[in-house]
């Protein structure tokens, strides 16, 4: 009898594993390699930059109130409307006022149908007087020659007296009458300028900002019902700290932006408020803006000072990619495309200043290719 051939347990395992492993396939694929462009971060010299905020106020701004009290009668403008110079924004109700002068023009009528009686007046006691004077003259020549007696001139004496105070009585009531006729036009005119009081004009050509009246209210003297901005005539009042201050100066040119206008505007430095803010510690710079339509008051804006020079690193602004508060570029390193996190600062024209992540002469990625993420393979080409 034949006995079995006996394999030992080790090489058994060996040849079992070796027949049921199948064959592998070496691996020949890799990831395609992406061409891309490069920038070089380079060391510029820029313009030092102080930034500063502020609010567009308009340089000539009026407040319109009543300089009577009385109750508003019409109400002719809006909020926004524009208004030129002189234009009726509102009327009071002058009923009382009419009243005072049809009460001054009667005084007057009175005073002149006066004038015409005192000149007759004035006129009868010219005559008297000069009859009383060649009267007085006759008797005194007979006087002298004794042909009358002392009783008789007394008489022409007292009578020639009595006519000259006649007269000069008819004379002052006359100017009385003069004076009170001044008085009474005095009085007419002074009603006539309170009248004129009751239409409510705008001072200057400009727009209504503001609107606080309205038909059948009381207006008072002194209460705002209008606020009027002249137009075109604007001005940005920028807050700056007090250690920048003594770089700024009147005549300064100044570059501006102001949110819903779409360029940066050209502005000079006006006035320098001497006074500080005690609540901010800055000083309210003002910035005399150029006359466009899109301007308007309240306004949110920016103002660039340049404060001389500096140097830093900037690549094009445009190969930053922002999620949120991170930036971020992709660049070269040994043909892999590496993310690196950068801190970005101010930007001029089509450049932006790299305050961290990334130093002079590295290869930043741009433009960057659709798809191109951290990590992939790339071929830096001309």
Known sequence: ???????????????????????????????????????TATTETWPSIYEAVGTVRARTSTVVSARLMGYLREVRVAAGDRVGEGQLLATLDTRDLDVSSRRAEAAREEVRTAVPEADSAVAAAQANLDLAQVTFGRIQDLFQKKSVSNQEFDEASAKLKAAQA?????????????????????????????????????????????????????????????????????????????????AIRAGQPVSVTLDGVDRTLDATVSEIVPAVDAASRAYTVKIDLPALAAVRSGLFGRAAFRLGSRSLVAIPAAAVAERGQLQSVLVADSGVART???????????????????????????????????????EVRQ
């Open 1 to 39: 009898m034949t006995k079995p051939l006996l394999i030992p347990m080790p090489l058994a395992l060996w040849l079992a594993g070796c027949a049921a492993a199948p064959p592998q396939k070496p691996v020949t694929s890799a990831a395609p390699v992406v061409a891309v462009s490069t920038v």
């Open 340 to 378: 690196r996190l950068v801190t970005g600062g101010q930007k001029f024209h089509d450049r932006m200043e790299v305050l961290s992540g990334l130093t002079a002469g590295e290869k930043v990625i741009f433009p960057v290719p659709p798809g191109l993420s951290d990590g992939a393979g790339v």
């Open 166 to 246: 006649a007269y000069a009585m008819a004379r002052a009531r006359r100017a009385q009458l003069d004076s009170k006729l001044a008085e009474v036009d005095q009085e007419v005119r002074s009603t006539e300028v309170t009248r004129s009081y009751a239409d409510v004009l705008a001072p200057f050509a400009g727009v209504v900002v503001v609107k606080s009246a309205e038909p059948g209210a009381l207006a008072v003297p002194g209460a705002p019902l209008f606020t009027i901005e002249r137009q075109g005539a604007y001005r940005l009042e920028a807050l700056v700290e007090e250690s920048r201050l003594t």
